[in-house]
């Protein structure tokens, strides 16, 4: 499966922004999809995940700030980001798996979007 990842840009604290990933298989259903990030010199860290039957799941950092959704008809993965603050700033990038387990863990993602940058200032 091939994961088009869109939607990033510069934003002042506090404010919002939607990403967006395009999924080009048809099997969209049946992935676990999630959002990872990553900043300049650190690891690529866990965002928030989707699973098949819609279940979210978010990192701490992310819980009530962040939403992610899924549109199957569409296959398209989505993450909607409020009250975004700098230490937001980070490459956002969409991955998709087979299966539920350990979710957060990006070693188990078989497919990666291209990313996409967030940029917060301050």
């Known amino acids: 499966v091939q994961l088009q990842a869109s939607g990033g840009g510069l934003v002042q604290t506090g404010g919002s922004l939607r990403l967006s990933c395009a999924a080009s298989s048809r099997t969209f259903s049946t992935y676990t999809m999630a959002w990872f990030r990553q900043a300049p010199e650190k690891e690529r860290e866990f965002v928030a995940a989707v699973t098949l039957s819609g279940s979210t799941y978010y990192a701490d950092s992310a819980k009530g700030r962040f939403t992610s959704s899924r549109d199957s008809a569409k296959s398209t993965l989505y993450l909607q980001m409020n009250s975004l603050k700098p230490e937001d700033t980070a490459v956002y990038y969409c991955?998709?798996?087979?299966?539920?387990?350990?979710?957060?863990?990006?070693?188990?993602?078989?497919?990666w979007g291209q990313g996409t940058l967030v940029t917060v200032s301050s």
């Open positions: 991955a998709a798996k087979v299966g539920l387990l350990r979710v957060s863990e990006p070693a188990r993602y078989e497919y």
